[in-house]
């Protein structure tokens, strides 16, 4: 009876030990939870801010974007003014050789008028003036011959 006794109590301080390793390793395992569950909650506070940094960083880069598209669209729109200004200068250039050209021809026309105007002129004069000699010579014929006859 002693032996068995002495089993039962041998027994019942192994289920001690036992028992006392098993709540030793349930408080290791608890004490492992809060710390993963600790580290779970930091880590989820971690991905919130880098999320929030993420999504301030990207409405800050879509903001740049939009500006930047607004500015390319404003040097687009600035660039067509420009080559319409320089097609139109080149075009009032154009008109202004023109210009200058019909000025010269209209400078010659007019010298080419005012020089047949003249030479209207000189040809009326040379015809009075023709028309004077053959009078003058008419009356000097007119003298010889009154003289001749005088004689």
Same mark, same amino acid.
Request: with cysteine; net charge negative.
């Given at each position: 009876?002693?032996?068995? @006794? &002495? ?9 001690? /030990?036992?028992?006392a390793?098993?709540? !030793?390793?349930? $408080?290791?395992?608890? %004490?492992?939870? =809060?710390?993963? @569950? $600790?580290g779970?909650?930091?880590? @989820?506070? *971690?991905? %919130? ?5 993420? &999504?301030?960083?990207t ?6 974007m939009?500006?930047?598209?607004? *500015?390319?669209?404003? =040097? ?5 003014? $420009?080559? &319409? ?9 154009? #008109?202004?050789? %023109?210009?200058r !050209? ?5 400078? *010659? ?8 105007e003249a @030479? ?5 004069? +040379? /015809? ?6 053959g #009078?003058?010579? #008419?009356?000097?014929?007119? +003298?010889?011959?009154? +003289?001749?006859?005088?004689?």
């Amino acid at each position: 009876l002693k032996a068995a @006794q &002495d089993a039962v109590a041998a027994a019942d301080a192994d289920k001690e /030990s036992v028992v006392a390793e098993l709540q !030793d390793n349930m $408080h290791k395992l608890q %004490t492992r939870l =809060a710390d993963a @569950q $600790h580290g779970a909650i930091a880590g @989820q506070a *971690q991905v %919130t801010a880098l999320k929030e940094v993420t &999504d301030k960083v990207t409405t800050d880069k879509e903001a740049e974007m939009s500006e930047l598209q607004a *500015q390319l669209a404003t =040097a687009k729109g600035a660039m067509e003014v $420009h080559t &319409d200004k320089e097609s139109e200068l080149a075009e009032l250039r154009a #008109q202004l050789a %023109t210009a200058r !050209d019909i000025s010269a021809f209209d400078g *010659q026309a007019v010298v080419v008028t005012e020089l047949r105007e003249a @030479q209207e002129v000189c040809t009326q004069l +040379r /015809s009075t003036l023709v028309a004077a000699v053959g #009078q003058a010579k #008419q009356m000097w014929e007119a +003298r010889v011959s009154a +003289r001749a006859s005088e004689e």
